[in-house]
C-alpha cells in the first residue's frame, strides 16, 4: 500500500483527508513541521501533502528540504500567487486550491502517485 504523510495544522482539514484517502492510502500526519523534521521515516512516503502555511514554516521548507519527493501543496493561496506559482512544476511539486471537490483530491493523488 502507498504511503502518505499530511503536513496540517488545521485538524478539521486532517479528519477529512484521512476519511477519504485512507480507503486507498496508509496515511499519517504531524501538525507540527519540526516534528515532520524530526521524523526518521520520511524516505518511505510516496507523497507529501501540505498546507502552504504553517505556523512558522511554509511548504517553501519542506519542497527546499526533501527536493526528491513528490509534494502536494493544498491550500486557500491561488495558484496564480507568487508564493505558489515558484514552486509548482506539476513534475515533484503539485497543487490543489482549498476549497477542493473530494473527487479532484482523490483524482490528484492518484496521478501524482501512480
Given at each position: 500500500m502507498k504511503r502518505i504523510i499530511l503536513i496540517e495544522d488545521d485538524l478539521d482539514i486532517i479528519e477529512l483527508l484521512l476519511d477519504v484517502l485512507s480507503e486507498k492510502y496508509e496515511i499519517?500526519?504531524?501538525t507540527n513541521v519540526e516534528n515532520f523534521f524530526n521524523r526518521t521515516d520520511i524516505e518511505t512516503f510516496d507523497l507529501i501533502i501540505?498546507?502552504?502555511l504553517l505556523n512558522n514554516y511554509s511548504a517553501k521548507d519542506i519542497i527546499e528540504k526533501?527536493?526528491?519527493k513528490k509534494?502536494?501543496?493544498?491550500?486557500a493561496l491561488s495558484i496564480s500567487s507568487l508564493e505558489i506559482l515558484n514552486f509548482?512544476?506539476?513534475k515533484r511539486v503539485f497543487y490543489l486550491?482549498?476549497?477542493f471537490v473530494i473527487d479532484t483530491l482523490l483524482s490528484t493523488v492518484d496521478s501524482i502517485i501512480t
Open positions: 499519517f500526519y504531524e501540505t498546507d502552504y526533501y527536493t526528491h509534494i502536494l501543496i493544498i491550500s509548482v512544476d506539476n486550491q482549498k476549497p
